[in-house]
């Protein structure tokens, strides 16, 4: 499972470029989505585009066992970090 982040040139932001919106696929064929992205979102009008790995794998900072979360999971609120155990 991958996940699309699609972002737009836009120079009225300080990043020169804004986040359009995310888009999950249920697919193992990276280089089709990759083509089916380029060919949704063209470069030559100033889109661009990120694939990450939806989940991945990471260890438990209390525990020490293997959980798998979101890519883009806040790190406090992730089991892995030392902020999401401390009050």
Partial sequence: MYTVEIYKRDLRYKAGEF??????????????????????????????????ETFVTRVNAMTGEKFRERYDAPYYCSPSSETYWSN
């Fill in 19 to 52: 986040l359009i919106g995310k888009q999950d696929h249920d697919t193992q064929n990276l280089d089709i989505l990759t083509r089916a992205m380029n060919a949704a979102w063209p470069v030559f009008l100033g889109y661009r585009f990120e694939i990450h």
